[in-house]
């Protein structure tokens, strides 16, 4: 499995930016899919996360109506859309798989991607 993280950059306190995360390797039906982020000088933070096959997500209560996560089947891709960013989001994002049920534990997905930084300036 590999996972290619994209779309990371500078944006103002408000701003939008959209991450993407390239999956390939395998089929990812039986996959949930996760963003989570780690800022400096603290632990990784789980973000938010999706079943491939059905589609259900899960967030993180402090992104809750300003980040939307979503999949694209034909592309095998899954995204992270960040609407309304603040400051406190400046961090480097990374996707990650795991094979059954969705959890924030970043200890139970076993597949990472290359983080990209995304930095929100106020």
């Known amino acids: 499995v590999q996972l290619q993280a994209s779309g990371g950059g500078l944006v103002q306190a408000g701003g939008s930016l959209r991450l993407s995360c390239a999956a390939s390797?395998?089929?990812?039906?039986?996959?949930?899919m996760g963003w989570f982020r780690q800022a400096p000088g603290k632990e990784r933070e789980f973000v938010a996360a999706i079943r491939w096959s059905t589609g259900s997500t899960y967030y993180v209560d402090s992104v809750k109506g300003r980040f939307t996560i979503s999949r694209d089947n034909a592309k095998n891709t899954v995204y992270l859309q960040m609407n309304s960013l603040k400051s406190e989001d400046t961090a480097v994002y990374s996707c990650a798989a795991r094979f059954g049920g969705p959890t924030p534990s970043p200890y139970a997905y076993m597949h990472w991607g290359q983080g990209t930084e995304v930095t929100v300036s106020s």
């Open positions: 390797g395998r089929t990812f039906s039986g996959y949930v």
